[in-house]
């Protein structure tokens, strides 16, 4: 019984298939710069959808303490609509430092979120700072200070 390696058991004919149209290669997917990776991990955490322990072994210094202190907040949580990273810009002020900004959409809302990533001797990148752009409440009385002229020894009502 002779054994033919080139077609199917079973099929006799001597007919072969014209060409096989090129695979798809498949390429891996872009990787995500850190300052990416990190605001879309710090977002979970401040927008309450991760706990805070999650981010435990990527963070150095006082950055977990940080997190620690904002998280239960929830502050970048908005009601009905959840948060995404709008954009994201980092810069590298020095070899295996990163200080970067990402600006975060919640329906109308719009925040800041502002982090610095640290590379250590290991090659992993780790958070060393977080801060927030938290929109202050508009004032309903005028600043010390005024340019509002007051004659003397009037009370400016």
Do not use: K
């Not at 970067?100 to 502002?114: D, L, T």
């Amino acid at each position: 019984m002779s054994m033919n390696r080139t077609r199917p058991a079973g099929r006799h004919d001597q007919h072969r298939p014209d060409a096989v149209p090129p695979q798809r290669r498949r390429t891996p997917q872009r990787m995500l710069r850190p300052h990416h990776w990190f605001a879309e991990r710090l977002l979970a955490v401040l927008s309450g959808q991760r706990p805070v322990h999650w981010m435990l072994g990527h963070t150095i210094g006082e950055a977990y303490d940080q997190l620690a202190e904002l998280a239960p907040a929830t502050p970048l949580r908005a009601r009905g609509a959840r948060p995404v990273v709008r954009q994201c810009h980092g810069a590298q002020p020095a070899p295996g430092v990163v200080e970067a900004c990402a600006s975060i959409a919640a329906g109308e809302q719009v925040r800041a979120m502002a982090f610095r990533l640290e590379q250590g001797p290991d090659l992993r990148w780790r958070c060393a700072a977080v801060e927030l752009g938290i929109p202050t409440p508009p004032r309903t009385t005028p600043p010390t200070g005024s340019n509002r002229s007051v004659a003397p020894g009037r009370s400016g009502d």
